[in-house]
């Protein structure tokens, strides 16, 4: 019988979720959904000097966002928790015990010190960072060193000590990717890494393989920067549970920004988000913007995600969640990195706003004029309002930017693009517009139109010459809606009230 396919996304709750991270998470999130299978999302807390206040509500609060909702967390127990490691402290002791009595694991002594000394005194020019490896563990203070008596005794007197790996002597460890196909390591250049720490806490790399096996995950997808560490963690599959229970692997490419690898820097240096949501340090108090608050729908977010690294073998760039959860295969993941294009992101976005209903956005275009002084009281004006400038937006900060003039006169005119045209003839043809306006009996863009298009007939002007100027009185520069529509919605009152106070900005 077929196992259950289980994928397990395993952050670290230390700040914010860089995009690389939500990938990641996405497609662990379609694997499952197309098998039917279970997204488990479980934190990874064993390094408590890191750990940052905020920092786990947030990654649910990104996931629920991006509508990739896990099946089993902490919020959500199933039948394998604990799902956050640091309740689950007392399991690893004992898998790394059993690899010290297999032969394949020791405990070292070590002081920071001693530690410090090593490094001193065993560097050299080609090797400025010296590691505590095959070389270097026999000159230690370990049980490798000592004799068991000297390590009873260290033990009985509870001194501080770690339990490292002893990565083997000239072999070669090797997988099978699902992405970058078969994959060879030479131990040699493996140092041993520590597997228990003093606190008695686990390093990520016992933990995730003890805690892969105990929740049952069947694949496990992770980011190219964990390939180094595959022969550690195989390894310890062998040792511990044997490779037949293992998990797939896929790492994933890296999103590649400007210069390398996409980094918050990047972000701050070039104006673009790298998080998903707003995330305020709780220690520095710095605040690094997110793609949700630039104006970005979670739809379009997870559509750019997805392409990051992936496509169907197609033309077809926009995606449902349901669409991806259908085509995506991890095969066709690419091996090289993937270039992050701010300007593709916001293409994206842009199809999105265009795409879905209204109502989709609607609220949190609203509460953004709101927070900006307009108080919108008429919703469905307001939908004709979204209605005509979406075309023009990219992001959904874009329509104050498109809609503003609707609900307050412009503070700035745009009169240089009309001076050179401007005469005397236009300005009295506006000055006796405004008489035509008040008298109008019906006010709607077509009405308004007519009786535009009447009045410069009867003035000798072109209406395409006099058109630029009075968008440029209703909204102050040369961008918006049909400038008939813009009259209706703002009102009879307010056009009038517009025209008056621009002329004299046009002499």
């Known amino acids: 019988m077929e196992k259950r396919v289980r994928v397990r996304f395993a952050p670290s709750p230390t ?14 999130y379609l694997f499952a959904k197309q098998h039917g299978g279970d997204f488990v999302l479980r934190i990874e807390d064993t390094d408590q000097n890191r750990y940052v206040p905020g920092a786990e509500d947030y990654i649910f609060d990104t996931l629920s966002w991006a509508g990739l909702e896990p099946d089993e967390s902490t919020r959500k127990p199933g039948a394998f928790g604990p799902y956050r490691q640091s309740e689950r402290k007392e399991l690893y002791r004992q898998y790394a015990e059993q690899l010290v009595q297999k032969g394949v694991a020791y405990y070292a002594f070590d002081t920071t010190e001693e530690l410090e000394k090593m490094r001193h005194n065993f560097k050299t020019e080609s090797n400025p960072t010296p590691q505590y ?6 000159k230690m203070r370990n049980s490798l060193t000592l004799s068991a008596e000297e390590v009873d ?17 000239g072999e070669t460890v090797s997988f099978n990717d699902m992405i970058r196909g078969e994959v060879s ?3 040699a250049i493996v140092d041993d890494k520590v597997l228990l720490k003093a606190d008695g806490m686990p ?10 096996r105990l929740m049952e995950i069947t694949h496990a997808f992770r980011g190219e920067e964990w ?24 790492h994933l490419p890296l999103i590649l920004g400007p210069s390398g690898k996409l980094s918050k820097r990047d972000g701050a240096k070039y104006g673009f988000p790298v998080f998903s949501m707003n995330w305020a340090d709780p220690k520095s108090g710095e605040l690094t913007e997110g793609f949700k608050e630039k104006g970005f729908l979670p739809q379009a977010f997870v559509n750019l995600l997805a392409m990051l690294g ?3 073998g197609t033309e077809q760039e926009l995606f449902t969640l349901e669409e991806l959860i259908q085509r995506f295969t991890i095969e066709k993941v690419h091996k090289g990195g993937a270039k992050f294009d701010y300007e593709k992101a916001k293409w994206f976005n842009h199809e999105w706003i265009k795409r879905l209903p209204l109502s989709t956005y609607k609220q949190q275009v609203k509460d953004l004029f709101e927070s900006k002084g307009p108080i919108i009281d008429n919703d469905q004006q307001f939908e004709r309002i979204l209605e005509l400038v979406k075309d023009r937006c990219h992001l959904l900060t874009d329509f104050w930017e498109q809609a503003s003039f609707f609900y307050q006169a412009p503070t700035a005119l745009d009169a240089a693009s009309v001076k050179p045209k401007w005469n005397a003839d236009k300005a009295k043809f506006f000055q006796d517009f405004q008489q035509e306006l008040q008298s109008l009996p019906e006010w709607t863009s077509a009405f308004i139109e007519n009786a535009f298009k009447q ?34 919605i703002i009102g009879k009152e307010e056009t009038i009230q517009r025209i008056q106070t621009a002329l004299p900005a046009f002499e």
């Open 185 to 187: 390591f030479e131990t």
């Open 153 to 169: 005794s260290l033990l009985q007197n509870n001194t501080p000590h770690v339990i490292r790996i002893k990565m083997p002597v």
């Open 227 to 250: 390939l180094p560490s595959a022969p550690v963690h195989i390894l310890l599959w062998q040792h511990l549970f044997g490779l037949e229970n293992m998990p797939q692997w896929a």
């Open 203 to 212: 390093t990520y790399h016992l933990a995730v393989v003890v805690d892969d």
């Open 310 to 312: 992936w496509n169907d």
């Open 15 to 28: 700040g914010g979720l860089h995009l690389g991270g939500v990938r990641t998470v996405l497609y662990n």
């Open 455 to 488: 009045f410069a007939a009867t003035a000798g002007i072109k209406p395409g010459e006099l058109q630029l100027p009075m968008r440029i009185m209703l909204v102050g520069g040369k961008f918006g809606p049909p400038v008939f529509d813009i009259a209706e």
């Open 133 to 138: 490896d095959q070389s270097i563990r026999t």
